[in-house]
């Protein structure tokens, strides 16, 4: 059985699967504010189908995660085997020799694999060419990191991508603009709620994600005046 906690905003349940996380996505669900709205992004974005693939800094060195647990990657992959990417038009495109001969394109193809384990994969046709791959260390996320600190990171224009201009705080027009779309047609988000056999979803669903984000960056996108 798992036991339940009181941490900063919600209640918190540690379970049997070792995941902890806030009840936000059934206070959302409950009562869909901005507030809530942004609980529940932050509760998607710090579960382990997020953070894995933003990776962890060990030793100087990104590195991916695998795992309902969050351990490190195996065979000693880092951002070393990163692919760089760059739009071209509408066309997501492979910068020219950025890759190594081992890559996450390597493994990770256009679809999950049919059996626990094997590497899991994602693309589709709203986001053409876009491809398995790292985001950068400045894009890191953390399964503790608090609310405010996700907000602040996601408003800053400097941290919240590394392809194209998102704006942020000073430029919300762009922010609401670019982070709908990352969030709705991404095919690595939508990925967090179909991550094939043994991995669990992220909560929730890709609708509700999209409609919370929708609702925040509608009302200005506001940070919360509390951390975890």
Request: overall charge negative; some cysteine.
């Amino acid at each position: 059985m798992g036991k339940l906690y009181l941490m900063g905003w919600a209640l918190v349940m540690v379970g049997v699967t070792g995941l902890s996380y806030a009840d936000s996505y059934q206070a959302f669900m409950k009562s869909p504010t901005p507030e809530s709205a942004f609980e529940y992004i932050h509760q998607v974005t710090t579960h382990p189908r997020c953070v894995n693939c933003h990776g962890v800094m060990k030793d100087g060195v990104q590195r991916p995660m695998v795992g309902d647990d969050s351990r490190l990657h195996p065979m000693n992959i880092s951002d070393v085997h990163n692919l760089r990417l760059k739009v071209e038009g509408k066309i997501f495109v492979e910068v020219a020799n950025s890759s190594q001969p081992v890559n996450c394109r390597s493994c990770h193809q256009d679809a999950n694999g049919d059996a626990p384990g094997m590497p899991p994969g994602a693309a589709n046709d709203l986001m053409p060419g876009f491809v398995w791959h790292m985001p950068p260390p400045t894009m890191i996320l953390t399964r503790d990191m608090g609310v405010k600190e996700l907000c602040e990171q996601l408003l800053d224009p400097a941290r919240n991508s590394f392809l194209a201009f998102r704006g942020g705080r000073n430029d919300l027009k762009t922010f609401k603009k670019e982070f709908d779309h990352h969030v709705n047609d991404d095919p690595l988000v939508r990925w967090a709620w179909e991550p094939g056999p043994g991995r669990t979803p992220a909560p929730g669903t890709h609708a509700d994600l999209v409609k919370a984000m929708q609702l925040w960056t509608s009302a200005g996108a506001p940070c919360p005046e509390t951390a975890l």
